[in-house]
């Protein structure tokens, strides 16, 4: 199983970017997608999960709101929708996928190769 993630780029303030996580690969059985950011200094953390069957969603509290997390299963493609950006947003943004789900970084077997989101005030 391979995550390429793509949609990253430079945005002002307050703009909007969508970030795109396509799975390939044989025996894709994850149940949950998810989307982490780790900005220079700071530790990988959670953004938002999302739950294939029941389509249930997560989110940490600093992205409630302005983030959404989809996916088209059939496509296997999930996408991280994120809207009023902040300066405090910007990170290198990555995907992954388990089999449960978790806040912590540590139970995602799977990883993309990561994608940069820059937010200029």
């Known amino acids: 199983v391979q995550l390429q993630a793509s949609g990253g780029g430079l945005v002002r303030a307050g703009g909007s970017l969508r970030l795109s996580c396509t799975i390939s690969g044989s025996a894709f059985s994850s149940h949950v997608m998810t989307w982490f950011r780790q900005a220079p200094g700071k530790e990988r953390e959670f953004v938002a999960a999302l739950r294939w069957g029941g389509a249930r969603t997560y989110y940490a509290d600093s992205v409630k709101g302005r983030f959404t997390i989809s996916g088209d299963k059939a496509r296997k493609t999930f996408y991280l929708e994120m809207n009023g950006l902040k300066p405090e947003d910007a990170a290198i943004y990555y995907c992954?996928?388990?089999?449960?789900?978790?806040?912590?970084?540590?139970?995602?077997?799977?990883w993309g190769q990561g994608t940069l989101v820059t937010v200029s005030s």
């Open positions: 992954a996928v388990g089999n449960s789900y978790s806040t912590s970084p540590s139970p995602y077997a799977r």
